[in-house]
Nanobody
Framework: QLQLVESGGGLVQTGGSLRLSCVAS????????VGWFRQAPGKEREGVSC????????NYADSVKGRFTISRDNSRNTVYLQIDNLKPNDTAVYHC????????????????????????WGQGTQVTVSS
């Protein structure tokens, strides 16, 4: 069974950067679409990015486009989320999730990530951005 563990969160100032990691075990991540979600206190969970199994196709929510970059190293069973120019409203718990069947459509399509379509989840890593 696929297990996911996130790391890399922390407390940063506005304008700073972080790189989140999502390490998989129990199965080959190259078979899975991976999505990153975040949830801020009192708010609904929001999908922010997805990567196709090979990493060739990625997409982003409008709220993070240009600042977030998803990438993956399937040889290390790891997916990354590079977050630049952090803003206070990026403060949230960030989760990675994986699905063997979810289709991550490319940037010409409207971004939409449905949490219920992802069966494997990590425990999350906290990102806090101070103003």
């Amino acid at each position: 069974q696929l297990q996911l563990v996130e790391s890399g969160g922390g407390l940063v100032q506005t304008g700073g950067s972080l790189r989140l990691s999502c390490v998989a075990s129990g199965a080959a991540l190259e078979r899975y679409t991976v999505g990153w979600f975040r949830q801020a206190p009192g708010k609904e969970r929001e999908g922010v990015s997805c990567s196709s199994p090979s990493g060739a196709v990625t997409n982003y929510a409008d709220s993070v486009k240009g600042r977030f970059t998803i990438s993956r190293d399937n040889s290390r069973n790891t997916v990354y989320l590079q977050i630049d120019n952090l803003k206070p409203n990026d403060t949230a718990v960030y989760h990675c999730a994986a699905s063997p069947s979810y289709y991550c459509a490319g940037p010409i399509y409207k971004f939409r990530l449905v949490a219920a379509d992802f069966g494997s989840w990590g425990q999350g890593t906290q990102v806090t951005v101070s103003s």
